[in-house]
């Protein structure tokens, strides 16, 4: 089993900026990408960014592409999403996601394994 447990959420005015953090434990070996999602309210949850361990190659949606950036730390098994700029309509839960090694979409929840309780961002206007 994987845990993940997120951490760095809270409440931002608009331009400003938030780091989350992911904790990763357990039994990692396979894990091979990171992904971040967020759910607001009323919505399905949607993809943000993701990462894979090996390679450090990258992936974003369009709407936090140039704000938003997904970094690792393999020492220390964490996984971090900078997110700058932000905007009202970025408030969320914003959950970190593991998926293991495989041949589906990176943007896709439906392919990751684990999943964190999430961290609440609300960004004010």
């Known amino acids: 089993q994987v845990r993940l447990v997120e951490s760095g959420g809270g409440l931002v005015q608009a331009g400003g900026s938030l780091r989350l953090s992911c904790a990763v434990s357990g039994r990692t070996f396979g894990t091979d990408t990171m992904g971040w999602f967020r759910q607001a309210p009323g919505k399905e949850r949607e993809f943000v960014a993701a990462i894979r361990w090996s390679v450090g190659m990258t992936f974003y949606a369009d709407s936090v592409k140039g704000r938003f950036t997904i970094s690792r730390d393999n020492a220390k098994n964490t996984v971090y999403l900078q997110m700058d700029s932000l905007k009202p309509e970025d408030t969320a839960v914003y959950y970190c996601?593991?998926?293991?090694?495989?041949?589906?979409?990176?943007?896709?929840?439906?392919?990751?394994?684990?999943w964190g309780q999430g961290t609440q961002v609300t960004v004010s206007s």
């Open positions: 996601a593991a998926r293991r090694l495989g041949v589906g979409s990176y943007y896709s929840r439906a392919e990751y394994d684990y």
